[in-house]
């Protein structure tokens, strides 16, 4: 995944103060605490929600044991497991009440930068960096199921 990003003149003052240019090493430094990298991609499952119920069932997720699914309406249908608990992330109490947990798909971290362009002033810079995805987990196969 390649992302653009201008980094402001309070950044690069802090870094400026010992150097005259930009270099990679700081740029990713500066990068991973800005953007905090690695971080966690998540998804909202909708617990209560007959699409998401017939998406985890396609997915194959219920035959894993990660989650069983009500074949009658009721809320709510999906029910996460034992198995499923390593992979729940903090859920706020308000998407708990409709039903919605958020689980975790993997990690993105920072992979590496590729260019590096100061402006004219010196005082901001536009960054190319790439990224990449790590410690997939069962449920990563919800970002590509059939809605």
Same mark, same amino acid.
Request: proline fraction near 12%; hydrophobic fraction near 30%; charge should be positive.
């Given at each position: 995944m390649k992302t653009t990003i201008i980094l402001f003149a309070a950044l690069l003052l802090v870094v400026a103060c010992s150097k005259p240019e930009l270099d990679k090493s700081t740029a990713m430094n500066i990068l991973e605490a800005e953007? +905090? *990298? !690695? +971080?966690?991609?998540? *998804?909202d499952l909708y617990c209560a929600d007959p699409t998401h119920a017939r998406k985890v069932l396609e997915a194959g997720l219920e035959e894993k044991g990660l989650l069983t699914v009500q074949r009658t309406q009721g809320a709510p249908l999906i029910q996460l497991t034992e198995t499923a608990k390593p *992979? %729940? %992330? !903090?859920t706020p109490e308000k998407y708990k009440a409709i039903y919605v947990q958020k689980i975790k798909l993997a990690d993105e971290v %920072?992979?590496?930068i590729q260019s590096i362009a100061l402006s004219e002033d010196g005082k901001s810079a536009t960054v190319s960096y790439s990224t990449r995805y790590t410690d997939f987990t069962p449920f990563n196969v919800l970002r590509t199921a059939p809605h």
């Open positions: 953007k +905090r *990298y !690695p +971080r966690t991609v998540d *998804y *992979y %729940l %992330l !903090p %920072l992979e590496a």
